[in-house]
């Protein structure tokens, strides 16, 4: 297998985080951090922990991914990035109420550091939030102008090699695809025009792209995900990634859809409800936003299931996802799901499962990862959608000339196929 040429991790690395100043931005921000200093354990991050297996299994190599992948080193990262909050990240992870204090104390001098800057908002996108620290500009493509100089300037400040944009921020009201997204220069033609259907996170977007910086979308908004973006990200050779961090109940979904129909065992119903008392959970209290968190964990079920094929098996399926908000929980969401499954003669049974997790304790690993291998994957030279990082998204992104791939452990397949190719050495497909 032919080595891919990937360009060396030198110097520093950028993380421009949009809402940076959010409960999954501060956590990932101080977790790495914490980690650097070998003060606290990255779990749940691949490019930290885990093993890659080359070669044939008789050769017993299973080196550690980052021992073998040429990620950048954490210690070279330098974090910033736009709130529309400006609390700097210390008095920001304080109110958020992940981390404990005593976790945050031991990396406060250089949290407090990351002031935000300001951000580009606008309250028809996200109808419960009330942004003070916004930026002013008479029209759309100012104010990707004024993206643009943030990013320059950030770069030179901190002597950069490199940058990778992560939206982190807050899920946008559902924004249907439009013509407007469908090329470069109508977008180009909308931001100009002020036009409505032009969000906030495809104004980054588009200056993160503007400055060679490849952009990933933690949220189920459309942001880059549409031809234009596709396109322009193409033409400028950076890869983007997205949408919506797979991290709890939907992560569960691509494990066990897979098993039923691995088994042929059929399915009624599938329904699932969330309580969750962040401001993530607030904002998605709005119908508008709430719209498209649930477009993004509907798909998944179809998808893997594939009615069309197993009518018999999956032909009516009842699937219903909520969430509530629920103050008393913070970051701490319990979700549940009721699955009515069916079995030999179409005997019924049921599967319940109750997921007391961590929202941000589990979101910050994935925005490590992508952060780490979207920076390889342009050092790399690759570019546009990435789907060899579905592993880690609800929505994986795909032209119209390709369908998602959901399931979890095909997805961790074909990303650990992709990091042997980068390294030249051969791809397995487990037959020996
Ligand atoms: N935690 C998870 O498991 C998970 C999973 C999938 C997706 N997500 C998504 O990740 C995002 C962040 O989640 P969170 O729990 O950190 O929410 P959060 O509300 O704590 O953080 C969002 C941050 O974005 C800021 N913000 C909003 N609009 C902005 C803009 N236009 N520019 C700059 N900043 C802006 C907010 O002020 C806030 O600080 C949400 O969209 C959420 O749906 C989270």
New binding site residues.
Partial sequence: MEKVQVKDAKGKMGVLV??V?????TTFIAGTMIARKGLGVPVGSITQLATIRLGKREENRFPKIKDVVPLTDLNDIVFGG????EDDCYA?ARH?EVLTVEDLDKVKDELAAIKPMK???DQNF?KR?HGTWVKQAPTKWDLVEAVRKDIRDFKAAHNLDRLVCIW????EVFTPMSDVHKSVASLEKAMKENSPEIA?SMIYAFAALSEDAPFIN??PNLTVDMPAIWDYSAQKKLPICGK??K??QTMMKTVLSPMLKTRMLGLNGWFSTNILG???GE?LDDPGSFKT?EESKLSVIHNILQPELYPQLYGNVYHKVRINYYPPRKDNKEGWDNIDIFGWLGYPMQLKVDFLCR??I??APLCLDLVLFTDLAHRAGFSGIQSWLSFYF?SPMHDFEHIAEHDLFIQYTKLKNTLRQIIGEETIDYLD
């Fill in positions: 949009i809402g100043g959010g409960a999954v931005a736009w709130d529309i909050f920001a958020a951000a580009v908002f996200v939030l982190c921020g807050s899920t906030p933690g949220a919506d961090f991290t709890g962040n401001r993530d904002v968190k929202d941000s589990l979101a609800k």
